[in-house]
């Protein structure tokens, strides 16, 4: 627990209240850390997730072919209890529970995942692969899953205030990320066989290595550029974020006898922060934004102490079911 703490939890603390008072002196601001976000999902996060699924084997990909499944069902069975649940508040509209699915229904894995999880696991492509994995369930399902929930509410309000589209647009769109498509890219090159040469993974580290640091700084930017007000909402969705998420995936885990480790990964990566994208999306849409911005920041304060509990957590489940 003293290794997580000072070598996952502390620097992450470190970065993003570096950011953040940067945010407050004026050095950087919100459109600022709208930018470095950019830098990260365009090009960081793509270029370390492929150079470390392509250092990957064919039978590490079978292998976690369950970790796929339950990080799809489990992660949209949340997304959609969210969805539900915030439905019922009294003045709540279709798009506001959507917003909050979008916030407390995703982990936030392409900023804060190789940040927590290397630390904490290692440098491995196991790690790789449940960011990669998590992350095209975030951006490739929820996301588009979250927009239709969102337009179809906003057209039922205001009919033909959204334009009319496919329901595939949302996803293609999704799909179109480099973030979703240079993970994919990389299993198809490990499943094909293709052998991937030492020389070739420096001309990707440099880049890499900005990942999790510019992600984090630019977190503490973006808490610094929006006003928090808690309320029920607020903290009722950090409840379901960081508590009834990672249960229901290590409830899931634990019933499908998932590999171990892989289990720990993904109840850590389940227990992360409310996803980022969540709240550019409340944004662009003007729907939704304090609460779900207070419920975001509340979760990254509470993801200090839930971290090291739910790896513990873990530990003790794995040990009395073994």
């Known amino acids: 627990m003293g290794h997580i703490i000072l070598y996952a939890i502390v620097p992450i603390i470190v970065v993003m209240l570096a950011g953040y008072i940067s945010g407050k002196k004026g050095i950087f601001t919100g459109e600022d850390g709208k930018k470095f976000n950019k830098v990260v999902l365009d090009f960081a996060l793509p ?16 292998n976690d072919l369950k970790l ?5 069902v489990g992660i949209m069975f949340c997304f959609m ?3 539900y649940v ?31 999880l290397e630390p904490i696991f290692g440098t491995t492509p196991s790690v790789a692969l449940v960011v990669a994995i998590v992350g095209i369930v975030v951006n490739a399902v929820g996301i588009p899953v979250g927009l239709s929930l969102m337009n179809a509410s906003l057209e039922k309000q205001q009919p ?3 334009k009319k589209q496919s329901a595939w647009g949302p996803v293609l769109h999704a799909l179109a990320q480099p973030v979703a498509w240079a993970p994919i890219l990389a299993v198809v090159w490990v499943v094909v066989g293709i052998p991937w040469p030492d020389w070739a993974s420096p001309s990707f580290d440099l880049i890499k290595g900005a990942n999790a640091s510019l992600a984090v700084f630019s977190a503490g930017i973006t808490l610094s550029a929006v ?33 171990p480790l892989n289990l720990k990964m993904l109840v850590v990566a389940a227990a992360l922060p409310p996803a980022f994208s969540g709240i550019i999306i409340a944004d662009e849409y003007d729907t939704y934004v304090a609460t779900g911005t207070s419920s975001l920041t509340l979760s990254v304060i509470l993801f200090i102490g839930f971290c090291s509990l739910w790896i513990w957590l873990t530990d003790v489940a794995l040990k009395m079911f073994a």
């Open 160 to 162: 033909g205030s959204t």
């Open 47 to 62: 270029a370390a997730l492929f150079v470390s699924i392509v250092q990957a084997s064919r039978e590490m990909l079978a």
């Open 227 to 259: 006003k928090i007000t808690l309320n029920f909402q607020a903290i009722l969705g950090s409840i379901l974020k960081m508590v009834f998420m990672p249960l229901v995936i290590l409830i899931m885990g634990l019933a499908w006898h998932m590999d």
């Open 86 to 116: 915030f439905r019922l508040f009294k003045g709540n509209t279709g798009a506001d529970a959507a917003v909050s699915a979008l916030i407390s229904g995703s982990p936030t894995i392409g900023f804060l995942g190789f940040a927590v």
């Open 81 to 83: 209890v969210v969805y």
């Open 68 to 72: 796929s499944i339950i990080s799809l």
